[in-house]
């Protein structure tokens, strides 16, 4: 008994895991094991010895089972001790550093001019970027032989084989908002459109995608000179710069008439982008008083109602403000460029924050 003692103590003791207890207690107390086949043998004892040895195993048994017990609580212990040690975290630890975004400056752009234009009680529409020909053309006095359509550098949508209607196009500009809102709302109005138009051209100042905000003001007695006055207010606030110098050019546009383009006087020396001083005059934007065919064309009586329209472009007024050189970067999705000329969160200029 004593070697039955010492074997299973030792046995238990060096245990290093509970399946190997388990069949340890299987050999020492199962129904087989060695344990309970001494005590079946006490049956076939004297009473003497019986009385000796009856007290003796049953002590055994018990000193087994509680060594199992033991060792089963200390491996417990000694897991639950490791997975803590592995599971460690130092929460005094500075957390990783995460990339922000930035505001692309067209967005930036484009939340200016709305704020600056809402302070002058214009409100925002909107309208498709696929057109018919009939919005991007024909309702702005743009029949199909006016040079104006070749001049555009339209990009055309696709036909089914054997469908002979004109195809839609991505729209050449911003001015179908024009007809679009008076359609749907009439005359009086004060709107500005900012979003996406498409030409095929690209050099240092053309992408094929771009960005136009469209201006139309309807009221009874709207003139030439409130369109100045807005142009200049807008410019004024836009750049922050009180010497803004705008030149009003005698132009043509199949919409308006009388038509205006306005040039700002800028600089580009030694690659920067500098304005209010300079020889250079770069063109912003195309404007007058909206024709009264286009009136017309959007169901507004042209005998009662009349206004301005205008039309600028934003990338070139990111580029001018922020002395950007390429437009084509604006586009390329270089996340340094990105970086270096982005906006926070937040990052509004302070002469008409609020
Ligand atoms: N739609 C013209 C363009 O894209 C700009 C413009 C708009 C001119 C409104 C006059 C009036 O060039």
């Given at each position: 008994m004593e070697d039955l003692r010492a074997k299973y103590i030792d046995l238990i003791a060096g245990a290093s895991d509970e399946a190997t207890l388990e069949d340890l207690r299987v050999a020492a107390l199962?129904?087989?094991?060695e344990v309970s086949l001494q005590m079946r043998e006490l049956g076939k004892m004297s009473p003497e010895d019986r009385q000796v040895m009856g007290p003796k195993l049953n002590a055994l048994k018990d000193e087994i089972g509680s060594a199992i017990a033991a060792k089963k609580a200390a491996l417990e212990n000694a897991a639950l001790d490791a997975r803590l040690a592995a599971e460690w975290l130092d929460v005094t630890l500075p957390s990783r550093p995460t990339r922000t975004g930035t505001i692309h400056p067209v967005s930036q752009v484009m939340d200016e001019i709305t704020a600056i234009f809402a302070d002058m009680g214009f409100s925002v529409a909107e309208g498709p970027q696929i057109e018919t020909d009939w919005y991007n053309f024909d309702a702005l006095?743009?029949?199909?032989?006016?040079p104006a359509r070749a001049e555009m550098d339209t990009f055309y949508m696709a036909r089914a084989?054997?469908?002979?209607r004109p195809p839609h196009v991505l729209r050449t500009h911003t001015s179908p908002v024009q007809i679009r809102h008076l359609e749907a709302h009439g005359a009086p109005c004060r709107i500005i459109a900012p979003d996406r138009v498409y030409r095929a051209d690209y050099d240092q100042t053309h992408t094929p995608m771009f960005h136009q905000v469209e201006g139309l003001a309807i009221d009874k007695d709207i003139s030439m000179a409130n369109l100045k006055w807005v142009l200049e207010e807008f410019c004024r606030t836009f750049f922050e710069i009180d010497e803004i110098e705008l030149r009003f050019r005698a132009s043509h546009f199949p919409f308006t008439e009388p038509s205006a383009e306005v040039d700002i006087r800028c600089s580009w020396e030694g690659g920067t982008l500098k304005l209010g001083e300079g020889d250079s005059w770069m063109e912003i934007l195309g404007s007058g008083m909206v024709h009264p065919n286009v009136l017309r064309n959007a169901g507004v009586d042209p005998e009662v109602w009349q206004g301005f329209a205008f039309g600028i472009g934003i990338d070139r007024l990111a580029m001018l403000k922020y002395g950007i050189p390429d437009l084509r970067a604006f586009f390329d999705s270089d996340l340094r460029w990105l970086r270096h000329f982005g906006f926070g969160a937040g990052q509004v200029p302070t002469r008409y924050a609020g």
């Open positions: 199962g129904k087989k094991g006095n743009i029949p199909g032989h006016h084989e054997g469908d002979n």
